[in-house]
């Protein structure tokens, strides 16, 4: 009898090592493994990159900034998230907003926006972390991103490399005042992740009829973000505009050619029409601030954007994270179509690992 017992526990033992060393599957094409939005229940400003299997996601959180930590980024429910940076000076310890997590030359920078005593004084921010993972180590402070000589207002900073440079867009108010203007949109070019090397150039303001239709919002665009297209001949800023609230806020795109001087207003050309607004019959409103990440196996793409449940928001009606997957036309536009409702279950991006 002992002999037996003995067995069962050797095979038992070695059963269980066995499934403990077996890689996560990863979701095949016909998988009914699914997601559905919104992904927290809570939630501006979204931004994520993967990095080594990971991916790490951060969002506004006011007074701090976190990281989430998960492979499967359509269950940030579940992911570990962690608090990266309690400000501790008052001249940027309010209202953080927009946080975005980027690794360059081989150290990871989280940049983001924020005010001081007084209101309305946001400026952008740099902490670096030199820790492989983010979420471990610490981030130091690098300084204020110097984006104007009055320190006019500047926020929702992103980064992009382009032919072996860095640069930086964002959006703020125009130093010689343009009437009914409140925010514009610049770029400047980088001498490392914390400095400019380039005096800023701005490159798109609010002159579009869909852009000014809130009849109570001074007139603004923002948030900018990067998307180059697969071919890498252009360079695309998708950005938000039309005001900050349902019906009015909808995306827009600005594009530049790959060759063109970035740093020249000339190179970029705005589309005409918003690529990406509310879908009011099915009850997504107000999307904007997005940002853009690929499947795990590279062979799909995906926007990030917050959006609301209510055509008219209440005081508990908050901004909730959501992610979609798009395409591409063939001269290398990306085709978001329309904001797929809440809760209609959608396929997780190819390579998800489960």
Request: charged share 20%.
């Amino acid at each position: 009898m002992k002999r037996y017992l003995f067995l069962f526990l050797i095979v038992t033992i070695y059963g269980c090592r066995e499934q403990a060393n077996r890689p996560a599957r990863t979701i095949p094409r016909t998988s009914v493994a699914s997601y559905s939005n919104p992904l927290l229940t809570s939630g501006a400003d979204p931004y994520a990159i993967y990095h080594d299997g990971v991916y790490y996601y951060t969002q506004s959180m006011y007074d701090h900034l976190s990281i989430w930590k998960t492979k499967d980024i359509t269950d940030l429910r579940h992911a570990r998230s962690k608090t990266v940076w309690l400000p501790d000076d008052l001249t940027n310890s309010r209202d953080l907003w927009a946080p975005e997590l980027h690794y360059l030359d081989g150290k990871w920078y989280l940049y983001y926006a924020a005010a001081g005593i007084r209101a309305g004084s946001h400026q952008l921010y740099v902490l670096e972390n030199s820790h492989p993972d983010p979420t471990e180590g610490r981030f130091i402070y690098k300084g204020q991103l110097r984006t104007s000589a009055d320190q006019s207002w500047a926020v929702d900073a992103s980064v992009f490399t382009h032919r072996d440079s860095l640069y930086l867009v964002w959006f703020g108010i125009p130093e010689q005042p343009i009437p009914y203007i409140f925010n514009c949109i610049y770029i400047a070019r980088l001498e490392n992740p914390w400095t400019l090397a380039t005096r800023p150039v701005m490159i798109g303001i609010p002159d579009q009829r869909w852009e000014r239709h809130d009849p109570e919002a001074a007139f603004s665009m923002g948030s900018p973000q990067p998307l180059k297209s697969p071919d890498g001949n252009l360079i695309h800023l998708v950005y938000s505009a039309g005001g900050n609230r349902p019906p009015y806020s909808a995306l827009g795109l600005m594009t530049a050619q790959s060759g063109s001087n970035l740093l020249d207003p000339a190179s970029w050309k705005k589309s005409p029409q918003p690529i990406f607004c509310q879908n009011d019959t099915l009850g997504v409103f107000g999307p904007e601030h997005c940002s853009f990440i690929k499947s795990p196996d590279g062979t799909e793409d995906y926007i990030f954007y917050h959006a609301r449940y209510r055509l008219e928001p209440a005081a508990n009606d908050l901004r909730t994270p959501r992610l979609q997957k798009f395409s591409w036309d063939k001269k290398g536009f990306p085709v978001f179509g329309q904001p797929i409702p809440c809760h209609v279950k959608q396929p997780k991006p190819s390579g998800t690992a489960i």
